[in-house]
């Protein structure tokens, strides 16, 4: 990524050759942190939906991995509320959900720091 600073000037011209031009200065800056939170701090940033199957009118079996941002290198321990016991399998994960519940909370902790996401 790069940042900087530039002027951009849109000008529109009708049919009979009027014309109107307005400008405007847009600034990039870059992140504070590749990560969501504290800059460093272990977090699950998004989920890679690999597959989802559909197993009745009102199932679905949703093969996903996590993704996580902030990592020191130890072992991460994954769960998902309600639906799995937590493990240090690093995914990717199947699991078979009611359409009518389709929000799950995952959880990971990575030493001391927990970290949870909202996917659906």
Known sequence: SSTGV??????????GGLSASTGFTLTVT??????????GSF???????????????GQRAVTFTPQYGGMTGGAIAF????????????????LTLYTDNPTITLNAQQGSTAATYRYN
Not at 43 to 57: E, P
């Open 43 to 57: 977090t699950i940033t998004g989920v890679q939906t690999v597959s989802c199957v559909v197993v009745s009118g």
């Open 79 to 94: 769960s998902v509320v309600n639906e799995r016991a937590a493990t240090t399998d690093p995914g990717p994960y199947t």
């Open 6 to 15: 530039s002027t951009v000037v849109v000008t529109a011209t009708d049919g």
């Open 30 to 39: 870059a992140p504070v942190s590749a990560t969501i939170g504290e800059p």
